[in-house]
């Protein structure tokens, strides 16, 4: 038994001197693999988040999905409206919100400014101009006050001008609504929203409001749209529009 045992302790001896040592280390080798493998990665995912792709401006275009154009039929479109569901467009983009965080909106407009759209948002997108929402008008059954109320931003909705029997630029996917209570809707009688009353003094910096002199007028300015806050009587501050 003894013998044996020597004769175990010899052969192991030789097998250790003789063998590579890749053979006998081999499965440190493969956990020193690994290990590069996970150190190497760190360098390249940090500076993925150095780069904040987050903060990028992200924005695209689509027909009208057949889900979306159900919706619509329900709420905001009906025949002999002044624009067919297929001359309007989709935009799914990103915008800052009043929590200083990146969201994704909706936003309905006609074909033809669709590209000139996401331009601007994306120039709205570098400022940091906040939006509280942006959601397309379905969400609120196709009831202009109810998306005043929520302070949504929104674009088409098949609808008369307010007090008359003509259709508005949103009925045509040519105008836009940002932030209705800080940029209400005033006649001199009616102020819409009503949470937009204590928004009518336009002279002070307020998150999400529009002034003559901001960023937001200029930048929709150079693009040709007009503003409703630039109106004589009737202010309508959350209002852009497009003639084409
Ligand atoms: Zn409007």
């Known amino acids: 038994m003894g013998r044996m045992l020597t004769a175990l ?4 001896g030789i097998l250790w001197v003789l063998l590579p040592p890749t053979v006998l280390m081999g499965q440190n080798q493969d956990l020193q693999t690994e290990q590069k493998a996970c150190c190497q990665a760190v360098p390249s995912v940090a500076t993925a988040n150095a780069m904040s792709p987050e903060t990028a401006y992200e924005s695209s275009i689509h027909p009208i999905a057949d889900n979306i154009e159900t919706e619509m039929r329900q ?3 009906r025949p002999g409206c002044p624009v067919a569901i297929s001359d309007l467009r989709l935009i799914r983009l990103t915008y800052w919100g009043f929590d200083s ?42 009831d202009d006050d109810a998306s005043m109320n929520a302070n949504n931003t929104s674009a088409f909705n098949c609808r008369v001008i307010k007090g008359r029997k003509t259709y508005s630029r949103h ?11 800080q940029n209400p809707y ?13 928004y009518l003094s336009r002279s002070s910096e307020i998150m999400g409001m529009i002034t003559a002199q901001g960023p937001v007028v200029s930048i929709f300015y150079k693009y040709g749209w007009k503003w409703g806050g630039a109106w004589k009587r009737t202010k309508d501050y959350q209002h852009f529009e497009r003639y084409l």
């Open 9 to 12: 302790l010899i052969v192991l």
């Open 75 to 77: 709420f905001s479109w």
């Open 186 to 198: 005033d006649n001199g009688t009616t102020v819409s929203p009503p949470s937009g009353q204590s």
């Open 101 to 142: 965080a990146v969201h994704t909106g909706e936003l309905v407009v006609h074909e033809s400014i669709a590209s000139e759209v996401s331009r601007i948002f994306g120039e709205l997108f570098a400022i940091r101009f906040p939006f509280f929402s942006m959601k397309r008008i379905e969400a609120f059954s196709g």
């Open 171 to 181: 009925a045509y996917g040519l105008a836009i609504d940002i932030n209705p209570v």
